[in-house]
């Protein structure tokens, strides 16, 4: 099995580049604390991830860095020569899923971006104080 969830902050902006297709790929890391044991300070995990498509995309759009997210998806391994010959080896999270868990700051919410054109005709977009429940 293999499934990671993680909550945490996002250390620098998403960095978006499109593949030759034209999809969406979005990385970036996020600080993720450790509780500190009795004789040790609190320690701090930075796992790289990795978001595709139209997620990568809304991440771009929304999050920034010290944006709060809740992270599921796997892990993936991998390697490669850089160019002094050396092999490094990676260890990132590919995102199935990104909850934004606050707000503010890079853009408003999705809820809070509707636009005129988006509305069908014969209808009106509604304020948060016109519903009833």
Not at 109 to 123: L, N
């Amino acid at each position: 099995m293999n499934n990671v969830t993680l909550i945490g902050r996002l250390t620098r902006d998403p960095d978006v580049r499109y593949t030759t297709d034209g999809m969406a790929v979005a990385r970036f890391s996020v600080a993720i604390g450790r509780p500190a044991k009795a004789d040790r300070p609190k320690q701090t995990d930075f796992p790289n991830v990795v978001v595709f498509g139209k997620q990568a995309e809304n991440c771009e759009r929304f999050l920034n860095k010290g944006r709060l997210v809740g992270i599921q998806g796997r892990i993936q391994t991998g390697k490669y020569t850089n160019k002094d010959g050396a092999t490094v080896y990676t260890t990132e999270v590919v995102a199935n899923n990104v909850e934004f868990l606050d707000w503010g700051g890079r853009n408003e919410s999705p809820e809070d971006q509707v636009r005129q054109e988006d509305i069908p005709e014969g209808f009106q977009a509604l304020e948060d104080e016109d519903i009833p429940f």
